[in-house]
């Protein structure tokens, strides 16, 4: 995949128009609403999950659900907030019973989140759990064993940290995200240093 190439003349405006006729894979057909991405369209630093569930198709909008509130904690935690990031998915259209997104069903959509990295052309990346980091970082990453570490995505700082939704399903985890959380602060601030 040819990521973050941001096409000529492309805006916010024309990316949303398009991006909202959609029909690409099966899950245009299915969607409530399509779920586009929400935040700071200028931020130094992009979450990137792999796809909406329930309360997201029903809302049009990314982690507004349990996982939604547990991203939104993490964030404050490090003295962040939604207005200072952007938050997306790779699947734009929530995948049935909230299974993980099919590869072509990826396929099908990434063009639309490689515009969006490239409008907001952050200076950091953070992959919700490990579809999406497969999906970015590389195709056999283990997110047990290779969380909240750095990784150079075309010429960009990235790091893969668990799903909020993992986080809810297995609590034991969370003092390991703590820590990747932290080490997401102190690059943030080498940002402005």
Not at 33 to 42: I, S, T, Y
Not at 57 to 84: C, N, S, Y
Request: one cysteine or more.
């Amino acid at each position: 995949m040819d990521f973050f190439k941001e096409e000529q003349n492309d805006s916010w405006e024309r990316l949303r128009a398009e991006c909202g006729g959609c029909m690409r894979c099966e899950l245009g057909k299915t969607r409530h609403n399509l779920v586009f991405g929400v935040g700071n369209e200028q931020a130094d630093v992009m979450f990137i999950g792999e796809g909406p569930g329930e309360q997201e198709d029903l809302k049009g909008e990314p982690f507004v659900g349990p996982a939604g509130k547990l991203l939104d904690t993490m964030l404050e935690l490090i003295d962040l907030d939604r207005t200072q990031v952007y938050i997306a998915n790779i699947v734009k259209c929530r995948p049935p019973r909230n299974r993980d997104p099919l590869p072509d069903e990826q396929a099908a959509c990434v063009g639309w989140l490689d515009r969006q990295i490239a409008l907001v052309d952050p200076k950091i990346i953070v992959f919700l759990g490990r579809i999406a980091a497969m999906a970015f970082i590389k195709s056999d990453f283990r997110i047990t064993r290779e969380h909240g570490q750095w990784f150079d995505v075309q010429g960009r700082k990235a790091m893969a940290i668990y799903h909020p939704s993992a986080l809810l399903r297995d609590p034991s985890k969370r003092p390991e995200t703590f820590v990747d959380l932290k080490t997401l602060q102190r690059e943030i601030k080498n940002l402005y240093a």
